[in-house]
C-alpha cells in the first residue's frame, strides 16, 4: 500500500485512538487484515480491550471471528504498512531498497532520481543513495515555499502529474515540518503532528505529510514492541545535518600488533617456491588445496581481532561495501580459512609483481618458482626485505588507484570504479596529508579518523583537491551523492590501512574501548613520504633457544623470528615447543639462496635467548663452508688427435681458444667467430671432422 | 590454569610430548613430578623431551600413581593450558591399568576382570582368546600356567594391560648378603638410590614386587642393584648379560661383594658350562643354534634349576628368542637392568609385559651433581686428509670411502697429542678396524686387545689396566659392551659404526665412573674432515647432544 496515497486525515484523526492502546492490543490488532474479520487467537489476550477500544467488534451468536471497526480501516491500512517497512531502521539509518520498490513505481523512482533508464528496471540503489544524502534534504529546504518548490517538485515527477505542492497551504506546512524534524535524531510520535503544525488545518496537515511521503522527505514507521507510530527525517540524514565530526583524539590503547607480515607471508612462500616449485592448477592458476594448507600451516599467526579487522569490507555507516585485497568473507576454506587464503594469494600477487617468483611451466606442470632476484632477497635481512618493499611504493609516480607501475605493487592497494585522470588528480597526496596528520605519539580509534578525513578532508568532494574527472567505466559503482563520494574516500583510506600500512608494518593496531586503534610507525612515515629514512627495529627476543642438538625450541609464540627461521631451518612444528631443526638440507637450501653462515648465525643470536651452541655454530660454518657454485654452460670443444695440432689450433684461434687439457681446446666466441676459424683452419689443412 | 605462565617449566604438546625448559626455577620439581609417567627422550641443555604413552603411563599406575595426580601434576607445572586430548589420552590409559588382574585361585592362576563387560571385550580380541583357558566365572577366565607371559603380552598389545599378581615360586633357597668390607678390603655399602631402587623392586617380597626394569645411567652401579636385589629375595638367581667379559665381571663383582663363595657362581658360556646356584650366562650361548633350523638348546638352561629370580642384564638388547622363553617364565621373580628402555627395535612393551613395569628411574644428570658418575666432556676432532689419500677417496666406492676416512694417518699424531694433555690419566684408545688399532698400539708403544686375544690375556691386561700399571690400552670394538674399567678417565674413538644409540652410550659409559679429584671424563672422536666418516659422526653428535653430554668441534690446531 502506498503510504503517499492514504487518508492520513483518517488515519490522524483516529490516531490517538491507537496510541490509547496497550503495546499487547497494538501488536493484536495489527494481525487484524483489513476487510476480513480476525479469528480469536489471533487477537489473543487483548481481544477484550480492542472489543472495550471500539477496534474490534464481537462476533455474533453463531460466529467467532472479530471484524474490525470499519471507520477504522485506513488506520489498520497505514498501520500495517508503517510497520512492514519500517524505513527509519535502515542500516546506518539509510532508506533500504525495499521500501522504494513499495512506495514507488518504476516510472515514479525514475523521475525521482532524473534518471530516465529503462523502462523495465529501476535503479533502486541510485534512489536510496540519492534520498539518504543529506543533500536531498537540503535541496528541499532551499526551495522556498513557491514557485521555486513547485519547480523542485515539477523536476521530479513526470510531467502531467498532479502537483502536490503547488498549493502555498500545503507546501509550507511541509516546509516545517522537515525543517523541524531534521533537528530530531530519532524521529517525533506521529500524534505529535499537530503540535508541529498548528497553523494548518487538518487536511492540510495530512496532505503535507502526504507530499512528504510521496517525496521521500519524510517517512512514518512503527518502532519497537510497542509500536509507536513515528514521523520523522532519516537518521542519516539528521546526523549530517549535524555538526561536523571532530578530529580524532588520542586514545587509550597499547599497541598489540605492529609487525610487517605480508614481508612474512611473501617470505614463507617464497622460501617453499625456491625450494621446488609450487605446483599450480592449469585451469586458473590457483594452488592446489594441499600446497595452500601446507602454506597456511607456516603463516605467521595474527590474532583473531586483528584478522577479523583487516578481512572487513569496509562497510561503514554509509552502507558502503569495498575492500582492499584482504576484504571479504567466507570462500571455499570455510569462516576460519578464508583470511590465509587471502594473505597467500596477496603474497603470490606480489612476489609475481615484484618478480621475485614468476609462473613457469615444465614438462606441462605449471609451477610458481623464485627467481634470482627473489633469492637475493631472501637473503636479506627482515628489514632490507621490507625496505625492498617500501622503497619502490615511495618512488613510484602513481598518484591515484590503479595507476601501479610495472613491478612494483599498487600504492593503494584498491581499485575504483572509474578512472581517474593522473594529471588533474591527486589522491595519494590527499591520503598521505591525512595519515602525516597523526598525532607522533599514542593512537586513534580507526573509525574516528575515517569518519573525519572522510567530511573534512574529502579530496573528492572539493576539500584539498580538485575534483577527480570520471573517464572510462564509470557506471553503477561510481557515487552520486556527497556521502556516496564520502564513504568512497572513508573506503579508500581504511583499505590503505589494512592493506597496505598494516601489512608493510607501517601502521600499530590496538584495541580501545570505542574499537581498534592505530597508530604510523616510522615505517608509514617513511612510505608516506614524511620522513626519509627510518631504522627498522629487528625482531625482538622472544622466548626462543637454540639446543645443542640442532633444535630451536619456542617457548612462547614469536610469529616474525618464525618466519626469519623458516628461512635457514626445517619446520617441524607449528605455535610453541620445538618448531624448527637445522639440518645440513636446510643448511643447503639456505646457501642456495645465497644466505651466508655469519647472517645465519646473527639472526640466531638475536633471536634465541641462550647463547648459539659452539657445536652448531661450528657444524653450520663447515656446512656452508663446504658448499660451492658453479656455473654450466655450452661449449664448443675440440677435440684434437695430439699436442702438436692442438698447438696450431691455438696459434690461430689466438684469444679465442682456451687450452682445457693438452689436446682438447675451448672456442669462445659466437657462431660467426667460430665459422671464421673453421675457415681459417681449412686453408691450413686442419679439416674439422663432423 | 587458563593463561601463560612463563615462570613454569613445562610444554605439553598435542602428540603427548612434553618439553622441560631447564632454565625454570621449578623445573627440578617439575622433573621429579613428571618421571613416574613420562620417559625421558632426550636432555639436551636448555630442554629436555618426555614423551607420554600408555605404556609410561602404566609404569605410574603400577607404582601407585592415580590418573589424577598425572594430570594434575601437568596442569602445576605447564607453562599453558594442556591439550585436553592429552588430558584424555592419559585417563583413557591410567583407567585401563588394574582393570584386569592375574591372581591365584585354589584351582590356578585366573584372569579377572572387574566387570563382565569387560571380560567380554577381552575374550574376543583376536590375539588374547588362544592365551586364555575357559571362563571359570562371568569376570574371570582360567589362565594356563605357560601362557601367563604370552597372555601379558597379548593383552599390552590389545592396550589392556594385567596386573600380575599370581606370586611366584620361591626357588631354590641362597642365603646372600652384601658385604661391609670387600674382598678386595675396600670399605663397600649402598648408595641411596642404589637401595632405593632395589626396595621398589623387591616391595617386601609381596606380590606386588618381584618384577620390573630398573632404569640408570651408564656407570651408575646397575649391578649393584641386581646384587642387592639378588640379596633380598635369597634364592638361586640365573643371571643373563652380553659377553662372556660381562659375565666374567659379574662373576668378579658377585664374588667381590657378595657373601658366595666360588662354589656357588657358575659360567655358562661358550667356554664354560657351569650351572651353579648363581649361574651366569651369556645371552649369545643362550640363543647360539648349530643350524638355521635347528632349536635353541641351550635355553634348556632356564629349567636346569629352580631359579628363584631371574636377572637380565642390558635388557634392551634381549634377543627375541629370549623374550619367547621369558613368556614361559611368569612364575620367577625377573629384574631387568638397562640404562635406557627405548629399544632400537620397539619391543619395549614386551618388555613391559614379560619382565615387568619400570621399577626406579634416577636421571643421570641428578648422579652426575651428586658425584656418582664422572661429568663427560665430549669433542669432536676433525682431520683433514691428506693430500695422497684425496683423490684415492674421491674415486672410491661407498663402503671403501668410509675405511679409507677412518684409517686416516694423521689420526695418530693428534692422539699423541690428546694422551700428553692428560698425562697420568687411565686412557682407552677405541677402533673399529684391527689393522688401524694394531698398528697405532705398535706407534704409540701400548698393549691391544682385539677379538682374537685370548681371555687370559684380556684378564690380564683389563687388570693392569684397573690397577693402575697400564695407563693407556688400545681396544677394538669388543670393549664397547660390558668391560668394566670404572677409572678409565679418557677414550680416543679413532673409528667407529656410529650405528646404535645403545652403542653411543655403552661406549660413553665406560668412561662414566667416578673419578678422583675433579670427577671429569673426556670422550674424543676423531673424524676426516669434508667425508662420509664426518656426515655419520653427526649421528654421534645428535645423540650425545640429545643426552644432555657437552659438545665441541675442534680443529687439530686446537688440541
Not at chain 1, 597 to 602: E, S
Amino acid at each position: 500500500m502506498k503510504l503517499a496515497e492514504l487518508d492520513w486525515m483518517e488515519v490522524l484523526h483516529h490516531l490517538p485512538r491507537w496510541e490509547a492502546l496497550s503495546p499487547a492490543a497494538r501488536r493484536a490488532f495489527l494481525e487484524v487484515k483489513p476487510g476480513v474479520a480476525a479469528p480469536p487467537e489471533a487477537l489473543g489476550a487483548a481481544v477484550d480491550e480492542l472489543v472495550a477500544a471500539g477496534f474490534v467488534t464481537r462476533p455474533g451468536p453463531k460466529g467467532r471471528m472479530y471484524p474490525h471497526a470499519p471507520a477504522l480501516r485506513p488506520l489498520l491500512v497505514a498501520l500495517r504498512a508503517m510497520g512492514r517497512s519500517r524505513p527509519l531502521d535502515g542500516p546506518g539509518g539509510t532508506l533500504p531498497e525495499a521500501y522504494v520498490q513499495d512506495q514507488l513505481g518504476m516510472d515514479e523512482a525514475h523521475w525521482l532520481t532524473g534518471e530516465r533508464g529503462y523502462n523495465y528496471w529501476a535503479d533502486r540503489h541510485a534512489t536510496t543513495a540519492l534520498v539518504s544524502s543529506a543533500d536531498w534534504v537540503k535541496g528541499f529546504l532551499a526551495a522556498a515555499p513557491g514557485t521555486p518548490m513547485v519547480k523542485w517538485e515539477q523536476a521530479r515527477i513526470r510531467p502531467g502529474e498532479p502537483q502536490r505542492l503547488a498549493l502555498p497551504q500545503v507546501a509550507e506546512p511541509l516546509h516545517r515540518l522537515v525543517r523541524a524534524l531534521t533537528a530530531h535524531a530519532g524521529g517525533v510520535p506521529l500524534g505529535s503532528l499537530p503540535a508541529l503544525l498548528p497553523d494548518a488545518s487538518p487536511a492540510h496537515r495530512a496532505a503535507a505529510l502526504a507530499a512528504g511521503l510521496r517525496y521521500l522527505l519524510v517517512f512514518v514507521s512503527l518502532r519497537g514492541d510497542g509500536c509507536e507510530a513515528v514521523l520523522g527525517v532519516l537518521p542519516c540524514i539528521v546526523r549530517r545535518l549535524g555538526p561536523p565530526p571532530p578530529p580524532p583524539a588520542p586514545v587509550a590503547a597499547a599497541a598489540e600488533l605492529e609487525t610487517p607480515f605480508m614481508v612474512a607471508d611473501m617470505t614463507t612462500v617464497l622460501v617453499e617456491a625456491a625450494g621446488e616449485p609450487i605446483r599450480l592448477r592449469g585451469n586458473d592458476f590457483a594452488l592446489f588445496a594441499r600446497a595452500q594448507q601446507a602454506l597456511a600451516a607456516r603463516l605467521l599467526r595474527l590474532p583473531a581481532w586483528t584478522e577479523r579487522f583487516i578481512a572487513v569490507q569496509g562497510e561503514d555507516e554509509y552502507g558502503g561495501k569495498r575492500g582492499g585485497e584482504y576484504a571479504g568473507g567466507p570462500g571455499d576454506q570455510g569462516q576460519d580459512g578464508w583470511i590465509t587464503a587471502a594473505r597467500i594469494a596477496v603474497a603470490v600477487d606480489a612476489l609475481r609483481t615484484m618478480r621475485l617468483a614468476a609462473l613457469k611451466s615444465r614438462e606441462d606442470r605449471l609451477g610458481f618458482e623464485a627467481t634470482s632476484a627473489g633469492r637475493a632477497w631472501l637473503g636479506l635481512s627482515e628489514g632490507e626485505r621490507l625496505k625492498r618493499l617500501l622503497d619502490p611504493l615511495r618512488a613510484s609516480p602513481q598518484r591515484n588507484p590503479g595507476h601501479a607501475g610495472p613491478s612494483t605493487l599498487d600504492f593503494f592497494g584498491i581499485r575504483l570504479p572509474f578512472g581517474v585522470d593522473e594529471k588533474t588528480s591527486d589522491l595519494r597526496g590527499a591520503l598521505s596529508t591525512a595519515f602525516l596528520s597523526l598525532p607522533a605519539e599514542g593512537m586513534v580509534a580507526v573509525d574516528a579518523f575515517v569518519r573525519y578525513h572522510a567530511q573534512e578532508t574529502n579530496p573528492f568532494t572539493g576539500h584539498g583537491a580538485a575534483q577527480p574527472q570520471r573517464q572510462w567505466g564509470a557506471g553503477y559503482g561510481t557515487p552520486r551523492t556527497r556521502e556516496g563520494w564520502e564513504s568512497l574516500w572513508a573506503q579508500i583510506l581504511a583499505a590503505f590501512l589494512r592493506t597496505r600500512l598494516l601489512p608493510l608494518g607501517g601502521a600499530s593496531l590496538g584495541r580501545a574501548d570505542g574499537g581498534v586503534a592505530f597508530a604510523l610507525t616510522d615505517a608509514g612515515r617513511y612510505l608516506l613520504g614524511g620522513i626519509d629514512a627510518f631504522e627498522y627495529a629487528v625482531a625482538g627476543e622472544g622466548e626462543v633457544m637454540v639446543q645443542p642438538d640442532f633444535e630451536i625450541v619456542f617457548l612462547s609464540a614469536a610469529p616474525r623470528v618464525e618466519a626469519e627461521l623458516a628461512r635457514f631451518a626445517e619446520r617441524t612444528g607449528t605455535g610453541v615447543g620445538a618448531l624448527f631443526r637445522i639440518t645440513r638440507a636446510s643448511v643447503l637450501r639456505a646457501a642456495e639462496l645465497g644466505l651466508a653462515a655469519d647472517r645465519v648465525l646473527k639472526t640466531l643470536g638475536q633471536v634465541s635467548r641462550t647463547p648459539v651452541p659452539a657445536n652448531v655454530a661450528r657444524q653450520l660454518r663447515d656446512w656452508f663452508g663446504a658448499t660451492r657454485r658453479v656455473r654450466i654452460r655450452p661449449a664448443v670443444l675440440v677435440e684434437c688427435p695430439d699436442t702438436e695440432t692442438a698447438a696450431r689450433v691455438t696459434g690461430l684461434g689466438g684469444a679465442q681458444v682456451t687450452a682445457v687439457t693438452r689436446t682438447v681446446l675451448r672456442l669462445d666466441g659466437d657462431a660467426r667467430s667460430v665459422a671464421a676459424l673453421v675457415k681459417k683452419l681449412r686453408t691450413k689443412g686442419i679439416f674439422v671432422q663432423e | 590454569m587458563t593463561a601463560y605462565c612463563p615462570e613454569n617449566p613445562l610444554i605439553v604438546q598435542g602428540d603427548q610430548s612434553v618439553l622441560a625448559e631447564v632454565g625454570s626455577p621449578r623445573f627440578a620439581e617439575a622433573r621429579d613430578r613428571i618421571a613416574p609417567f613420562a620417559e625421558l627422550v632426550k636432555s639436551p641443555e636448555h630442554v629436555h623431551t618426555y614423551r607420554i604413552t600408555p605404556l609410561s603411563v602404566w609404569n605410574a599406575c603400577a607404582a601407585g600413581t592415580p590418573p589424577d595426580e598425572i594430570v594434575g601434576a601437568l596442569r602445576e607445572y605447564a607453562k599453558y593450558p594442556v591439550p585436553a586430548v592429552v588430558e584424555a589420552s592419559i585417563r583413557d590409559a591410567a583407567t585401563r591399568y588394574g582393570r584386569l588382574r592375574m591372581v591365584r585361585w585354589p584351582e590356578g592362576i585366573v584372569l579377572q576382570a572387574d566387570e563382565p563387560e569387560l571380560a567380554e571385550l577381552v575374550w574376543r580380541v583376536r590375539g588374547v582368546t588362544p592365551h586364555l583357558g575357559p571362563r571359570v566365572s562371568a569376570t574371570a577366565f582360567a589362565v594356563p600356567t605357560a601362557e601367563r607371559g604370552r597372555l601379558k603380552q597379548a593383552l599390552v598389545k590389545a592396550g589392556w594391560p594385567a596386573e600380575d599378581l599370581a606370586g611366584y615360586t620361591a626357588g631354590e633357597p641362597l642365603p646372600i648378603a652384601l658385604r661391609g668390607t670387600t674382598r678386595a678390603g675396600e670399605r663397600f655399602g649402598l648408595r641411596d638410590y642404589q637401595a632405593d631402587a632395589a626396595s621398589a623392586f623387591h616391595a617386601g617380597g609381596s606380590e606386588r614386587g618381584g618384577s620390573g626394569v630398573v632404569v640408570l645411567p651408564c656407570g651408575a652401579g646397575k649391578t649393584v642393584v641386581g646384587m642387592e636385589c639378588m640379596a633380598r629375595v635369597g634364592s638361586s638367581t640365573l643371571v643373563l648379560t652380553t659377553s662372556v667379559t660381562a659375565v666374567r665381571q659379574w662373576i668378579g663383582e658377585l664374588l667381590d661383594k657378595t657373601t658366595l663363595h666360588e662354589d656357588q657362581v657358575g659360567e655358562y658360556s661358550g667356554q664354560a658350562k657351569d650351572v651353579r646356584p648363581v649361574t651366569v650366562a651369556t645371552y649369545q650361548v643362550l640363543t647360539h643354534r648349530d643350524r638355521a633350523d635347528a632349536s635353541f638348546r641351550h635355553l634348556e638352561l632356564f629349567d636346569s634349576r629352580d631359579w628363584g629370580l631371574i636377572v637380565y642384564d642390558e635388557v634392551h638388547l634381549l634377543p627375541a628368542p629370549v623374550f619367547q622363553v621369558t613368556a614361559g617364565l611368569q612364575a620367577r621373580r625377573r629384574l631387568g637392568l638397562t640404562a635406557t628402555l627405548v629399544r632400537e627395535d620397539g619391543h619395549e612393551d614386551d618388555v613391559f609385559a614379560l619382565i615387568g613395569p619400570k621399577k626406579a628411574d634416577v636421571p643421570w644428570k641428578e648422579l652426575e651433581g651428586q658425584g656418582w658418575i664422572a661429568k663427560a666432556e665430549c669433542t669432536e676432532v676433525r682431520v683433514p686428509l691428506p693430500k695422497e689419500l684425496r683423490m684415492p677417496y674421491a674415486v672410491a666406492e661407498a663402503r671403501q670411502k668410509f675405511r679409507i676416512a677412518s684409517e686416516n694417518p694423521e689420526k695418530l699424531a693428534l692422539v699423541r697429542r690428546i694422551l700428553a694433555r692428560h698425562p697420568g690419566e687411565p686412557a682407552l684408545v677405541i677402533g673399529m678396524y684391527v689393522e688401524q688399532i694394531e698398528w697405532m698400539a705398535r706407534e704409540l708403544g701400548v698393549p691391544v686387545l682385539t677379538g682374537t686375544t685370548g681371555q687370559r690375556r684380556r684378564d690380564a691386561l683389563y687388570r693392569d689396566f684397573r690397577e693402575g700399571r697400564l695407563p693407556v690400552l688400545a681396544v677394538s670394538k669388543v670393549a664397547n659392551f660390558a668391560v668394566d674399567l670404572p677409572d678409565a678417565a679418557v677414550a680416543v674413538q679413532v673409528s667407529g659404526t656410529f650405528g646404535s644409540r645403545q652403542e653411543e652410550a655403552q661406549r660413553l659409559g665406560r668412561i662414566l665412573r667416578p673419578k678422583p679429584g675433579a670427577n671429569q671424563a673426556h670422550f674424543y672422536t676423531l673424524v676426516s674432515r669434508d667425508t662420509t666418516e664426518q656426515e655419520f659422526a653427526l649421528k654421534r653428535q645428535l645423540f650425545l647432544c640429545e643426552q644432555g653430554y657437552a659438545y665441541r668441534i675442534a680443529d687439530p690446531r686446537e688440541i
